[in-house]
C-alpha cells in the first residue's frame, strides 16, 4: 500500500490538503517535515478529545444549590462529574417537583442533601457550608448572592448576574467587601476552545490581524409556553411571597419584564461577553432593533427578535459588532465569527452546525506554516468552486483556506467553569469570570434593550464600566 494511500486509511488529513500553506519549506524533506506534522497534530486532537483529567485529590467542599429548575439541572449534572464536592443542601421553592428531583438525584450519587424552600432558612441552619451555586431567575440573583457572600459563602451565580445595574453593583460591592470569591456563569470563559482562540490565535499569532468587524447570533426555533404537571402546582400563596403572580410566570419567567431581560439576555449576554473579551475593549454606543414580532404580548413581555450594533474603539482601531437573537426560526443556530483584514475565526460553543472553530486565512496574510507547525490550527483545507463565468466576478475575493481549531471538547459545557470556580476557592486557579466582567457584560445587554426603547442609537459613559 502507498503512503498516500495509508495516510487516507488511518488519518484525518489528506496529504494533499495538509501539503497547502507549507510553500515555505524546502522541498527536500517536505515529506517527512509533513508526516511528523500530521502525527502531531493529530496527538494535540486526541489529547484535546480525551478532557482534562481530573484530580482526585483535591479539598472537599462543602456546596448547596440554589435553584433547581432547568438550568441548575445543568449545572447540578455537570458538578456531579467533578471530585471533591459534598452536596449539602438544595433549595428551591418548587418543593414537591424541582427540589425533590434534585435531591433524589444527589441521593443516587451518594448525597444526603437537606431541602429547603426559603435560603434564608438555608443559610441559617447549615453552617457548614464552603460555596453556593445560584441558579434562580435573575431578579433574585443580588438579594441572594450577597445575602450568600455575607454568610461568608463563596458564590458561583448564573448570568445575567442580576436584571438591574444597582443589582450588579450591589453584588460585586458584597464580594469586595466580604473578601469572598463571586464567579459570573459565562462559560465561555473556561471553554478550552474560547481561551485557545484568544490566547493562542488572537493573541499570540496574530492570525487575525486588525479586527474590524464581528458578528454573532443566537437563533432558536418556536418554543410552546413551558407546562407544569397540575397536581404539582405551587400554592397561590407561596408563589406571591417569592414573587410571581402564577404558575405560568413562575415557569415561564424569563419573557417577563421585572424578572429577567428576554432573549438579549439569556442568550446574548454570553455572546456580548465573548465581544468584549476578543476585542480587549468596551463599547462606545450602541443602536438596535426589537419588538414582540411573533408571540402574544400577553404573555411574553420581553422581544422575541433583537438586531443590534455594537461600536468599538479597540487598541488598533475601530470596530463594528452586529448581534442578533430571535427565537422563532433556528437556522445555522449560535456562533460569532470575528473579522480581520488578514483572517476570519468562526467559534461556537457547540459543535453542531459545524462552526465549533474554523479560522480562514485570507489570501493577503502572510504564510501560516509556523502556527500550522505548533499545532495552533490545523493544516489548511482549500475551499473550491466550481470554476464557470457565472459563478465568477472581477468584483470577487479569492477563497480562503479553512483552518480548524484543534479542540475538540466533550465535556458538559459548564463543567470547567465550574472546576474553575471550585479551585479558585482551594487556591489552585484564579476566577476567570470574577464579579467585575460579568457587570461589564451586565452594562453592554441590559444597555439594548434600552436602545429599543429608546428608538435612537445610546453612547456608553465610561464611568458605567466602573464600580
Known sequence: ????????????????????????????????????????????????????????????????????GAQGTVLLNAMLQLPGLRFRAVCDIWTEYNQRRALNLLKKYGHEANGYEDYREMLDKEKNLDAVVIAT???????????CLE????????????????????????????????????????????????????????????????????????????????????????????????????????????????????????????YNWFLEAHPKAVIASGGTDYYSPATHEWYDTVMCIFE?????????AYYQTQTTNGSNGYYEMFMG??????????????????VYRQPNAPTWDEWIQKGYVSAPRQIE??????????????????????????????????RNFFNSIRGLEKLNCPAEVGYETAVCTLKVNEAIEAGRRLEFDPREFQI
Open 151 to 274: 454568610a461568608g459563602l463563596h458564590v458561583y451565580c448564573e448570568k445575567e448576574m442580576s436584571n438591574t445595574l444597582e443589582g450588579a453593583q450591589a453584588m460585586v460591592l458584597a464580594a469586595r467587601r466580604t473578601g469572598k470569591l463571586l464567579q459570573i456563569g459565562h462559560q465561555r470563559r473556561s471553554h478550552p476552545r474560547y481561551i485557545h482562540s484568544y490566547e493562542k490565535i488572537i493573541k499570540e499569532a496574530g492570525l487575525l490581524g486588525r479586527i474590524v468587524t464581528v458578528n454573532g447570533q443566537w437563533n432558536r426555533s418556536v418554543q410552546a409556553d413551558l407546562g407544569w404537571p397540575a397536581k404539582y402546582a405551587i400554592p397561590e400563596a407561596t408563589l406571591k411571597k417569592y414573587g410571581f403572580k402564577d404558575m405560568h410566570q413562575f415557569c415561564n419567567w424569563r419573557w417577563y419584564k421585572g424578572l429577567g431581560g428576554g432573549p438579549i439576555v439569556d442568550l446574548g449576554s454570553h455572546q456580548i461577553d465573548i
Open 1 to 68: 500500500m502507498s503512503d498516500e494511500k495509508q495516510e487516507k486509511k488511518g488519518g484525518s488529513i489528506d496529504r494533499r490538503d495538509f501539503l497547502q500553506g507549507m510553500a515555505t519549506v524546502p522541498v527536500l524533506g517536505l515529506f517527512g517535515y509533513a508526516l511528523a506534522q500530521e502525527r502531531r497534530h493529530i496527538k494535540k486532537l486526541k489529547a484535546a478529545k480525551a478532557g482534562k483529567e481530573e484530580d482526585k485529590n483535591v479539598a472537599e467542599l462543602n456546596v448547596a444549590l440554589l435553584g433547581a
Open 137 to 147: 431567575p435573575d431578579f433574585w440573583h443580588s438579594r441572594q448572592t450577597v445575602d
Open 341 to 358: 483584514d488578514e483572517g476570519t475565526l468562526v467559534i461556537s460553543e457547540s459543535d453542531a452546525g459545524g462552526k465549533g472553530g474554523l
Open 385 to 418: 468552486r466550481a470554476a464557470g463565468p457565472a459563478l465568477t466576478d472581477v468584483r470577487e475575493s479569492a477563497s480562503p483556506d479553512e483552518h480548524t481549531i484543534p479542540i475538540e471538547f466533550n465535556d458538559p459545557y459548564h463543567k470547567p467553569h465550574l
Open 312 to 320: 468599538y474603539e479597540t487598541a488598533k482601531g475601530r470596530a463594528r
